[in-house]
């Protein structure tokens, strides 16, 4: 039996064109080549992280990261991080938030609500870089969840 561990998918949530190729570009640079699957809205990104039905069962034993960004055209930030984290299937994905405020009650609230790692734009890249190298050794002693 194989006990190899999945590669991680970056599912990166950014409405902003400029951020999300930076963003790209300083994952690339920090020597992370895994799949980065780009999403500009909350509800595309949504129905990728949870599926049509909502049950998240897509992705079910699938190792993923998500970047995200708190201001979106459709819906907020927090409204994914919460709706993730209630998922049995995606609540175990780390979650990197990026966002262009530094108030420190939306910092604690996404925290309170399962993100890992929080980043203020404009990013500081080789922070941001460090965080996502952290993440991958987060990700190399991370184990998959036995599937019942």
């Not at 999300?20 to 690339?28: P, T």
């Not at 929080?118 to 870089?129: H, L, M, Q, R």
Request: overall charge negative; hydrophobic content about 40%; glycine content about 8%.
């Amino acid at each position: 039996m194989s006990n190899e561990a999945k590669p991680v998918t970056i599912v990166m949530i950014e409405d902003d064109e400029g951020h999300a190729r930076l963003i790209e570009k300083n994952i690339r640079r920090a020597g992370v080549s895994n799949e980065i699957m780009p999403f500009t809205n909350g509800t595309e990104a949504l129905a990728f992280l949870l599926g049509p039905d909502g049950s998240g069962l897509v992705n079910k034993g699938r190792q993923l990261l998500i970047l995200l960004d708190l201001n979106l055209p459709d819906m907020t930030g927090v409204d994914i991080l919460e709706k993730v984290k209630a998922n049995d299937h995606t609540r175990c994905a780390p979650v990197v938030v990026l966002t262009t405020t530094d108030d420190q009650r939306e910092i604690q609230r996404c925290y309170d609500l399962g993100a890992n790692v929080y980043i203020t734009k404009p990013v500081n890249y080789d922070g941001f870089a460090n965080a996502i190298k952290q993440l991958g050794l987060f990700f190399s002693v991370m184990q998959i969840p036995k599937a019942d």
